[in-house]
């Protein structure tokens, strides 16, 4: 079992930055990839970014503006969000993906962590 706690989201202006966070616990040892996902209202969940290894992706809507590291002695994947827009509102998903079928048949997900930008 593999646990995956977001914080740092919130209110904050256009323009403005943020820094989330996401804590794994448990068999931290079963997580390979991982990136955070984001559903604003009325949208589908979407990939923003990703990390595996040194490999990393971003979405084309956030590239320039956003950062996606991992600390693995810590069990935490972090997104430094700047120059944030209102479009950018969203509840933000950290994701984690398994080793193997035999630690999980299915991803690992958090909670969500809401951000909001104010025009």
């Known amino acids: 079992q593999v646990q995956l706690v977001e914080s740092g989201g919130g209110l904050v202006q256009a323009g403005g930055s943020l820094r989330l966070s996401c804590v794994a616990s448990g068999d931290t040892i079963c997580v390979d990839a991982m990136a955070w996902y984001r559903q604003g209202p009325g949208k589908e969940r979407a990939l923003i970014a990703s990390i595996s290894g040194e490999h990393r992706y971003y979405a084309e809507s956030v590239k320039g503006r956003f950062a996606i590291s991992r600390d693995n002695a810590a069990n935490t994947l972090y997104l430094q969000m700047n120059n944030l827009k209102p479009e950018d509102t969203a509840v933000y998903y950290c994701?984690?993906?398994?080793?193997?079928?035999?630690?999980?048949?299915?991803?690992?997900w958090g909670q969500g962590t809401q951000v909001t930008v104010s025009s």
């Open positions: 994701n984690g993906v398994p080793v193997d079928r035999d630690c999980s048949r299915g991803e690992y």
